[in-house]
């Protein structure tokens, strides 16, 4: 398997544009997570899914951020409008089970100018 | 978040020597993982032990649970330039419904 897979690799937009960020996760894994990680703030979890279902999104900005999984093999974590603020690297894993090992996608470093 | 913490933030240490990070937590568990991530990199899974387990290893890696304490160390033996990374501990709180990340101890390794 080639792992989790993630689109773009790198990302430089200006404040207020749309951003959207992709992810293929394992095949035959149940759950998808999306992190952002920041010096600041360390590693975050902003949503995870269940079967393409969200189980808790606590940790997302809701005003503008979005998480879709479309199906079992996709899942794009959307920003609108952005801002310098979101400039993070973004994370993708997908797990078996809900605690099970984690695994990591390379990650997306977004920078909102 | 009722994130765990790692101690020490940061660890220097020359190549040869040990190194050894500390978690600690809240709240009771049913495992807890130790995952690395290299600098760029995203996380990678090095070990898990479970709450009746006390000690695991795993090649150079070392890891032990203490659930009184609410703590666990991470030992890497004869460490190596390439181990150097940021280490972090992640959780599966018996209350919560998901992993919970420490904040990470980065390890510097100079050959």
């Known amino acids: 398997d080639a792992g989790v897979i993630q689109s773009p690799r790198h990302e430089v937009t200006e404040m207020g544009q749309e951003v959207t960020l992709r992810c293929k996760p394992i095949s035959g894994h149940d759950y998808l997570f999306w992190y952002r990680q920041t010096m600041m703030q360390g590693l975050e979890l902003l949503v995870y899914f269940n079967n393409k279902a969200v189980m808790d999104d606590s940790g997302m900005p809701k005003d503008r951020f979005s998480a879709k999984m479309p199906n079992a093999s996709f899942s794009t974590l959307k920003i609108q409008p952005s801002e310098p603020r979101d400039s993070a690297v973004y994370f993708c894993?997908?797990?078996?089970?809900?605690?099970?090992?984690?695994?990591f996608g390379p990650g997306t470093r977004l920078t909102v100018l | 978040s009722q994130q765990g913490e790692e101690d020490p933030q940061a660890l220097s240490i020359q190549e040869g020597e040990n190194a050894t990070m500390n978690c600690s937590y809240k709240t009771s568990i049913n495992n807890l993982q130790w995952y690395r991530q290299n600098s760029g990199r995203g996380l990678v899974h090095l070990i898990l032990i479970r709450s009746n387990e006390r000690e695991k290893h795993s090649g150079r890696l070392r890891v032990t649970l203490d659930t009184s304490k609410k703590s666990s160390s991470l030992l890497i033996t004869a460490s190596r330039a390439a181990d150097t990374a940021s280490y972090f501990c992640?959780?599966?709180?018996?209350?919560?419904?998901?992993?919970?990340f420490g904040t990470g101890t980065r390890l510097q390794v100079f050959p």
């Open positions: 992640a959780t599966d709180e018996r209350k919560a419904d998901k992993l919970i």
């Open positions: 894993a997908s797990s078996l089970g809900r605690t099970d090992t984690q695994y």
